[in-house]
């Protein structure tokens, strides 16, 4: 028995990614760390006038002050304690809040809708999920360590001022260049880090396209330049990369420049003080100390990048967080429904939203718009379509390549929302359902499916419930997979990485998913089209025993899929060119037409994918095999 997923009432809140939200994740390690870094700092401070003060003691010839140095150990080892305290919460802390800004980005990633969430390339978000995020992550933890940065050097001048104004104003001369040596290096660091972060996404970006399409490549001889391509960014990376370095290395060549200069101004002073005895030994130990830490502010430069670096990574998170999560009102479809299918007057655009969240938006409206002679640049998918399917029956939709197919797939399972009309279920509205009860109410098969788990029946099983074993077995032979399941060395339990697949026997194992996770829809995206003709003829016999318990939508290039389908929905430029029985419509020469060019195309493709292809053109859309990880 399907578990019954938990009810939403409205969607969630927007969540920034700013470092204040995610130190509320663990404020206790945070504290921790941060009282770690104080300690350790204070430890520092009080053992300079720890120490002057036993130097004075010694110097004045009485009993060796044992309590002196007692607690100058005691300083020395509390000092070190704490600063490995610090590395270790520092380590620890980094890595889980890495981990849950991952968990979080991709959780709104995934409950956004494609058309959005997908507006950012693949390469581009895989960089993004990874490394954007680990930069990210590291801005609480560097902010809760950097006290110690801040407070040493701010404690050293007070000791100074303490032991010797004149000493602590010495210092005070060098400490405008030595602020403004900090700021440059920080704005600098900035921009260089934000401009090597978009380099990489270009690369990774490209290096996506080539792995989605390397099968055409391939056929195509153009690995070279593809190679090429791949790597051109190269050169700017290399730059922005230098640039960080030479950034670097200017603020420590001026800080190995202006901070001996500091300290030996210091010290000169000190020594003065000492022959004119305004100041003893003792103190003139404890002020070379102090003076070490004060110029010690140089170490901040570290602190300063990283912030800097995780500012920037930031950002480019933002528009990720900050994806609004599919609307609804918290119902769910009724129960026992048959699958009733309404479309009315639906219609999808392609245009600038679909870029909304990129960054670097240029002449475009209030929405992010694309402007083309001062309107945005809107391209139809689906116009005015009105369409009822009878639960229980099955619908072939046909249609040239580019008539909007798996447009109307995408919308009638909700992976897309229309931009107008709408789409009931048994009578309710998809938008008004919450998804998390609308998804196991709907199946799906691609042409090129995702096989997420770790073995063979970890990817059958996968979907809105983990289907058990039984079901499991009894969708790989719905779909014809469990004969090539049988002959990999451990059967089910072979591992996915183990098992070389054709095209055709991914799409086997996607249809599999399918029939193990029955609902009351069943949309096949040009989910048959790798497969050989006796494979394709039993998994239309267990298509056909789902009639009256299953609504079945198929995207159709087949003759033969046509033929069997109850209804067939003909499109042609986004449009409803007719619907009814395949027979009536087989009367017109131009639906007859249609099947003498997709016919073609789809057995050349059968053919391709009992190798590894990958289509026509070797890279489908993302949207039809990425989404369907949801």
């Known amino acids: 028995m399907r578990p019954k997923p938990r009810l939403r009432l409205r969607p969630r809140p927007p969540a920034p990614s700013g470092a204040r939200r995610l130190a509320q994740r663990h404020p206790g390690a945070l504290l921790a760390l941060f009282l770690c870094s104080t300690g350790g700092a204070l430890a520092a ?16 010839g009485g009993p060796v002050p044992w309590a002196g140095l007692l607690l100058c150990a005691v300083l020395t080892l509390a000092e070190t304690g704490f600063d490995a305290g610090a590395a270790v919460l520092t380590t620890s802390t980094g890595a889980r809040l890495t981990a849950h800004l991952r968990t979080r980005t991709t959780a709104r990633v995934l409950a956004a809708e494609p058309r959005r969430a997908l507006a950012v390339p693949t390469g581009d978000l895989t960089a993004r999920l990874t490394a954007r995020t680990a930069d990210a992550a590291t801005a609480p933890v560097t902010a809760a360590g950097a006290v110690a940065g801040v407070l040493l050097p701010l404690g050293a001048i007070v000791g100074l001022f303490v032991i010797d104004p004149w000493t602590a104003a010495a210092f005070l001369l060098g400490a405008p260049l030595l602020v403004a040596l900090l700021h440059t290096f920080t704005r ?90 305004a100041i003893g030994v003792g103190d003139l130990v ?131 929302d229309p931009d107008t009309g709408t789409v009931l279920l048994d009578g309710v509205p998809l938008t008004a359902m919450d998804p998390a009860l609308l998804r196991p109410e709907i199946a799906y098969a691609f042409a090129r499916p995702a096989l997420p788990g770790t073995t063979v029946e970890d990817t059958i099983a996968f979907g809105p419930w983990t289907a058990g074993p039984a079901a499991v077995r009894e969708g790989a032979r719905a779909a014809r997979a469990d004969g090539f399941v049988g002959l990999l060395p451990y059967g089910y339990a072979t591992p996915l990485t183990d098992a070389p697949l054709s095209g055709g026997e991914r799409q086997r194992l996607g249809l599999a998913r399918a029939f193990a996770h029955p609902g009351r829809l069943l949309i096949l995206d040009d989910a048959l089209s790798g497969l050989d003709t006796v494979t394709e003829h039993h998994v239309r016999r ?27 929905l003909w499109l042609e430029d986004g449009r409803v060119r007719a619907t009814g029985p395949h027979e009536e419509l087989w009367a017109d020469p131009e639906y007859r037409a249609v099947f003498r060019t997709e016919t073609g195309e789809a057995e050349e493709t059968a053919e391709a994918d009992e190798g590894p292809g990958a289509g026509a053109d070797g890279a489908l859309p993302r949207a039809r095999t990425e989404v369907e990880a949801r």
């Not at 002057?52 to 010694?58: A, E, F, M, P």
């Not at 900035?190 to 989605?212: F, K, N, P």
């Open 45 to 60: 401070l009080a053992l300079p006038a720890a120490l002057g003060h036993t130097v004075d003691r010694l110097v004045d």
């Open 188 to 277: 600098r660091t900035a921009d260089a880090g934000a401009d090597y972060q978009r380099a990489q996404s270009v690369i990774a970006h490209r290096l996506t396209e080539a792995l989605d399409g390397a099968d055409t490549i391939r056929a195509a001889r153009t690995g070279a330049r593809e190679y090429r391509r791949i790597l051109e960014p190269l050169t700017t990376l290399a730059a922005h990369g230098r640039r960080t370095w030479a950034v670097y290395g200017r603020a420590a060549g001026q800080s190995a420049l202006l901070l001996p200069l500091l300290m030996l101004l210091v010290l000169a002073v000190c020594g003065l003080r000492l022959h004119a005895g």
């Open 286 to 416: 404890a002020a070379s100390r102090y003076a070490a830490l004060a110029v010690g502010i140089g170490s901040l430069t570290g602190a300063l990048g990283a912030l800097a670096r995780s500012r920037a990574a930031a950002r480019t998170l933002d528009p990720l967080l900050t994806l609004d999560p599919l609307p609804h009102e918290g119902l769910g479809p009724l129960p026992g429904g048959p699958g009733h299918l309404e479309l009315r007057d639906v219609g999808v655009v392609q245009d600038g939203k679909q870029d909304g969240n990129q960054e670097g938006k240029q002449d475009g409206n209030q929405d992010g718009e694309p402007l083309l002679n001062g309107e945005p640049d809107r391209k139809p998918l689906l116009t005015g379509v009105h369409l009822t399917v009878p639960g229980g029956t099955s619908l072939a939709v046909v249609g040239r390549s580019g008539s909007g197919k798996s447009v109307f797939a995408a919308v009638v399972g909700r992976l897309l």
């Open 542 to 568: 267990a298509l056909d025993e789902r009639a009256g318990r299953c609504t079945r939508v198929i995207v159709a290039h087949r003759l033969s899929s046509a033929a069997r389908a109850d209804r067939v």
